[in-house]
């Protein structure tokens, strides 16, 4: 049994449970309401109605990833399925690797039904997004799904059951999401002005929300708004490598979180 095989069991699975279709109404439902800010006017580039976008998709997307990816793992163990896997020739990586394709692609059809399903209506109703616009909310809302499942995946190898998957990724939401501005802003307040810079730098490839949010906003053309601080970022992300310099990070960071969970996961099974 390869990465294959498991990620096809892992999008059977998916599809099965009533989560996937909850969370895809919930989404259909969000995606609807996004419309909805977007209705007086035709929104094209960064605005106060795109900004209200990415900080509504900001709050659900991070939450519900993390939870769903970690529950996927921590499942298995209360449920007994990995003992039964583990009887096959599947090694942890690939058990891994095979659970993140395989949730990934639930994840990204959700997703994609939602924006799907509400831009034919905001179509229709003549309050659709203006298409660049729509595919930088998309790449927002994968960038969102890939980075924070990699994490998931990681509390799913550490959490004892779904109580403990629950506490650790609501932590990691809260303050990823919630607590991040506040937090941040009050830790470079007690810096040298010199050290700002670069601690900015270093602490936003650290959050993975923050660095899609910089690189989504830049390229919408928000890049004036983020502040002088972020002249670096901004002249970075418009760039011609910005773009591949922005998936590379991406790439290191999910390669970072997956090995870190097949890691934490080698050294649960052979401590039983």
């Known amino acids: 049994m390869n990465t294959w095989h498991i990620a096809l069991r892992e999008v059977k699975i998916g599809f099965r449970n009533p989560w996937a279709y909850s969370f895809m109404a919930l989404f259909t439902l969000f995606s609807l309401s996004l419309q909805l800010i977007n209705a007086q006017n035709f929104t094209s580039g960064y605005s106060s109605a795109t900004s209200n976008m990415l900080n509504l998709i900001l709050y659900l997307l991070p939450l519900m990833t993390l939870l769903i990816g970690s529950f996927s793992l921590t499942s298995e163990k209360e449920e007994g399925s990995w003992q039964l896997l583990s009887t096959y020739p599947v090694s942890t990586l690939s058990y891994i690797t095979g659970k993140y394709a395989g949730l990934t692609a639930v994840l990204l059809t959700v997703i994609s039904f939602g924006y799907g399903i509400s831009s034919l209506i905001g179509i229709a109703a003549g309050s659709s997004l203006e298409l660049n616009t729509f595919v930088m909310i998309f790449v927002f809302s994968g960038g969102l799904v890939l980075l924070f499942l990699a994490i998931a995946l990681w509390i799913g190898t550490v959490a004892g059951n779904r ?34 810079k670069p601690v900015l730098v270093a602490f936003t490839l650290c959050n993975p929300a923050e660095l899609v949010r910089l690189f989504v906003v830049v390229k919408l053309g928000g890049g004036s708004a983020l502040g002088p601080e972020y002249y670096e970022w901004i002249k970075w992300i418009g760039s011609s490598s910005g773009t591949w310099g922005f998936i590379a990070i991406c790439l290191l960071w999910i390669g970072a979180a997956v090995g870190f969970a097949r890691w934490s996961w080698e050294r649960g099974r052979y401590r039983g």
């Open 163 to 196: 109580w403990q998957a629950l506490t650790y990724g609501v932590a990691v939401w809260f303050f990823a999401i919630i607590g991040w501005p506040t937090l941040f802003i009050a830790f470079l307040g007690l810096l040298p002005y010199l050290w700002v």
